[in-house]
């Protein structure tokens, strides 16, 4: 069975740094691509970056870019996001996702992402 934990939010000030890990104890991510959404109170559910199976193809939201980074660890089966310069638009609920897949495409759309993590929070004070 497949199960995506995030850990590693929390409250910081704007201009700080969180690192968010998602876990996969179903060892699914082998075969998937990983993406990382976000959803702020009254919005809907956002794309904030992915990593394709290789690794070799991370997109990232035009918001992010330059400030968060997404890695995987194979050997671990977990995916981070390290975010930094942290703003207080950044909060939101964060969740990482996995679209079990046999190539090296990534997606930015959610309705393509077959597992959902739990979500954690991000909160960024100004």
């Known amino acids: 069975q497949v199960r995506l934990v995030e850990s590693g939010g929390g409250l910081v000030q704007a201009g700080g740094s969180l690192r968010l890990s998602c876990a996969d104890s179903?060892?699914?991510?082998?075969?998937?691509?990983v993406g990382w959404f976000r959803q702020a109170p009254g919005k809907g559910r956002e794309f904030v970056c992915a990593?394709?199976?290789?690794?070799?193809?991370?997109p990232y939201a035009d918001s992010v870019k330059g400030r968060f980074t997404i890695s995987r660890d194979s050997a671990k089966n977990t995916v981070y996001l390290q975010m930094n310069s942290l703003k207080p638009e950044d909060t939101a609920v964060y969740y990482c996702?996995?679209?079990?897949?046999?190539?090296?495409?990534?997606?930015?759309?959610?309705?393509?992402?077959?597992?959902w993590g739990q979500g954690t929070q991000v909160t960024v004070s100004s």
């Open positions: 179903g060892r699914t991510f082998s075969n998937s691509a």
């Open positions: 990593i394709n199976r290789s690794g070799l193809s991370k």
């Open positions: 996702a996995a679209d079990i897949i046999y190539s090296d495409y990534v997606s930015r759309n959610s309705n393509d992402y077959d597992y």
